[in-house]
Every structure is written in C-alpha cells, then in structure tokens.
C-alpha cells in the first residue's frame, strides 16, 4: 500500500509498527524470533539466529520462515553466527559457527557442539567468510582476526572498537567502527581508507553488499540507528528506509538470504523482516 509521499507499508507480520521502505523496495514480517541478534542462512533457507543476554542458545527458523525453535546445547553468549558449509573452520560440513564471549564455537548438523578457539580474542562481534574461504571476525578489542582453520591470528587493529564486516568482490574488507564509520582493509590488512563517516556510533551499524541480484546490485547496504541506506562505490549514500529498531549495540543481524532478499534482525518486536525489491 502506498501513502501520498510515495513510501509503502509491508504485509502481515508477527509484530505492529513496520519500518517503512520507498518505491520499488517490500517490507514483511519473516519469522518470529525472540530477541534476534546476528543472522546467517544455510544454503536451503534454513536460518540461524543468534541470542545474547540471558538466552544461551542460537535458534532455528525452517525455509519460508515462521516460528523459531532453540537449535544445539546451550553456548556462552552464542550472539554471532555464521553458517559454515564446507566445515572449513569446524571440519564438519553444514555446522554452524556461534562467537561469544572469549569463545568460538560451533554447531555440528546433529545438534552436539564443541569450543573451536578459546584465546587470542575478547568477544566475537560479526563473522564473515572472504572470497578464498578464510575466516573473518571482530572483536571486542579494537582489533580484527582471521582464520584459515587456525587459531586466529589479528589481521589489523582499528582506531575504535570493530563491529559489523562486509566483503567486497575484491576481497577488500569494510567495517563499521563505533566511531561511526566505515573503514576499507586490504585482505591483507593494510588500510585502505574511509569509506563513509557521521553514521551512527556505539556499534549501531551493520553493512552488508548486494550479491548482483534480486535487484539490489552489489552496492554496500548501511542499516545505521533507524535508518536503511544505500551507498555507492562513491561513498554517496540514498536513505532507503526508516523506523528500524535503533537499540543501541544490540548486535543486530543484517543479511542476504539465498533468495536474494534482505534479512534484518527486528530486537524490539521479536521478529525477523525481510526486504525484497518490487512493489506487491
């Protein structure tokens, strides 16, 4: 449905109060989540969701969403997930990563987990694959690590505390700083500049690029506070959306799923939404 200023408002969702989206971009409730932190999708659909606080265990939402259910053993402060499929870093295939405080480790598809890695870091922040498969992850500290199935080893330190990770075709890595900007890195670590500035501080902004499809190109997609931005290889930022949950250092999840549409974690509502392109 379209308002007179041009915005639209999503469908039926588990929770009121939709963020709003402009023209050519649908939002709608996805799953039902309590307290959803970080996001990552196997490649069927199945999506995992990271916890935090006083829930310790990750949660699990079947393809085409609806409720979640806790999936694995209770872990320390499982807020950071990433599906591994290859088990590059677990050793067993279709396991799924979970960082937490001083910990790194992983749930293995029969639901039994064990603790990968254990010292060298404070607490996992956001966790990406690079191009040729290594691991990348933030820290508490201001500092960003890597794995190629090792103990992490700090791939660079940064000028304030390091949050959300995004990946370019280049290998070049993006991070959102609590200093409210957004850092490039050489895979081999070596600075590469600013890339956006005066974004909202303390952790409260994610990153992710577009995969060339769906609609969303492969420019770098900024969720900073409440509002959603696209910004092109210029550093030039569109808002594209407003009224997203805003809770500071909440360690939201900001993904692209294997149906091409944005994921983006909804903390307040206990929810999960999903953005596609087109009007409906």
Known sequence: MKNESGWLTGQASPAPGLPRVIRGFHIAGYACVPGPEKLTFAPDGTLYV???????????????????????????????????????????????????????????????????????????????????????FSDDAPQVLASAGGPPFVLFATPSRPGSIAIDPDSRIFVALSDGTIRVYNRSGTPAGTFASGLETGLNTYIVFGEGAGGFGRFLYVLSGSTLLRFSANGKGTVIGTGFDSRQASGLGFVFGPDHALYVSDFDHGRVLRIARGER
């Open 50 to 136: 990271g916890q935090s606080g006083s829930v310790d265990r990750i949660r699990r939402v079947p393809p085409a969403g609806g409720t979640s259910a806790p999936f694995g053993p209770p872990q320390q402060d499982p807020d950071a997930v990433l599906f591994d499929a290859c088990g590059r870093i677990s050793r067993v295939k279709r396991s799924v990563l979970v960082g937490g405080n001083g910990i790194l480790a992983a749930i293995f598809p029969d639901g039994s987990s064990a603790v990968l890695f254990d010292a060298g870091f404070s607490d996992v922040d956001d966790m990406k694959f690079d191009r040729s498969g290594r691991l990348i």
